[in-house]
């Protein structure tokens, strides 16, 4: 499937990233209400393009707002005609997979980390995939766990985790789990060390 981008279609990469964020916190929380300020550190952006795409996206009628100390926070309008429409939009097209191969490779303790590409569709479907992340070595799974709940929208993702020893025990003693979850379709190799991707093609 080719990647969309949809920026194209509602004119502003801004506007883009404010509905992706709403409508994709809408289909895991059931409607989270968010802050100007929260939006623009979030999303990256400045706080003066935020606030003309959410006065804009609140005049259509998309978005409404509620008055906290003086501060607006916003929240989808669950009355909004197109409202589904929307919605599936933004699900359909979300692709993760940079945002897991950046803070993949920003581990420096991993000796290898494969995604498997399915994950760009974990929000449309749970795919048959063995495993969605097999990580080597260290990694603090406190911090792992909170960036898989925040990028994939509180979906269940299959990971596992092990030391380089077990790693190399499994492989000489022919685990089968270990040899499904290498040869299993569509891995990515985000991180190699260990070379494993050149002795799986040189079989």
Not at 130 to 158: A, G, H, P, R
Request: glycine share 2%; aromatic share 16%.
């Amino acid at each position: 499937m080719k990647d969309v981008d949809i920026s194209k279609l509602f004119g502003s990469k801004c506007r883009t990233k404010i509905l992706e964020k709403f409508f994709l916190e809408f289909e895991s929380w059931y409607n989270e209400w968010f802050h100007m300020r929260a939006i623009a550190r979030d999303l990256d952006e400045q706080i003066n393009s935020i606030k003309r795409e959410l006065d804009n996206l609140t005049e259509i009628g998309l978005l409404k707002f509620k008055e906290e100390a003086k501060k607006k926070i916003f929240f989808v309008n669950i009355h909004f005609l197109l409202l589904k429409e929307f919605k599936d939009i933004f699900i359909k097209t979300y692709n993760p997979l940079e945002k897991v191969k950046k803070f993949l490779l920003s581990q420096k303790t991993l000796e290898l980390a494969i995604a498997n590409e399915s994950l760009k569709y974990k929000m449309i479907e749970n795919g048959k995939t063995i495993l969605d992340i097999f990580l080597i070595w260290e990694i603090d799974k406190n911090v792992f766990n909170e960036f898989l709940w925040i990028t994939f929208f509180n979906k269940k993702i299959k990971y596992a985790i092990i030391t380089k020893d077990d790693f190399y025990n499994r492989l000489n003693y022919w685990d089968k789990l270990i040899h499904n979850i290498l040869s299993q379709g569509w891995n990515l190799f985000f991180i190699d060390k260990m070379k494993i991707k050149d002795i799986l093609d040189n079989k």
